[in-house]
């Protein structure tokens, strides 16, 4: 499983985080709202802005407690990840963009990372929110 891909360039293991949270296993329906938002909307943003850093994707109920997510994350079900450009110039751009994309779900901006979420199974809100997290 260390090794399963999402997408051309997204891994589960990063999604998952598995080296820190080895227990952070999804279901495969997680797995499959993961594959979807990476080859949807991560893969075209890459395309735009260069290599992104997953810093948190996927989280079982425990790690969404550890972490403070709230009890209704969309994180627990695969479908958001908080990313960031790996080029820090590039975070403008990467907002700009995924603020543009119609399966945006909800765009949560932080200071050089955002949360995204999509919906495999509802109509995108498009709840942008710029500046969410100080
Ligand atoms: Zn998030």
Same mark, same amino acid.
């Given at each position: ?22 227990? =952070? ?5 997680? /797995?499959?709202?993961? +594959?979807?938002?990476? &080859? $949807? !909307?991560?893969?075209? *943003? ?13 989280? =079982? ?5 550890? /972490?403070?997510?709230? +009890?209704?994350?969309? &994180? $627990? !079900?695969?479908?958001? *990840? ?53």
């Amino acid at each position: 499983m260390e090794h399963t891909q999402l997408s051309n360039h997204f891994s589960l293991a990063e999604f998952c985080q598995l080296s820190k949270y080895p227990d =952070n296993i999804p279901t495969m329906q997680a /797995v499959a709202n993961m +594959a979807y938002g990476c &080859h $949807l !909307l991560l893969e075209p *943003a890459r395309r735009e802005v260069g290599p992104i850093i997953v810093n948190s994707g996927f989280r =079982n109920s425990r790690v969404n407690a550890l /972490v403070g997510g709230v +009890a209704n994350s969309q &994180h $627990l !079900l695969g479908q958001a *990840a908080d990313i960031r450009p790996k080029d820090p110039k590039q975070f403008q751009r990467l907002v700009e963009f995924l603020n543009a994309h119609a399966l945006t779900d909800q765009l949560l901006t932080g200071p050089g990372w955002l949360h995204i979420s999509w919906n495999p199974f509802a109509s995108p809100r498009h709840f942008v929110r710029v500046g969410y997290y100080k």
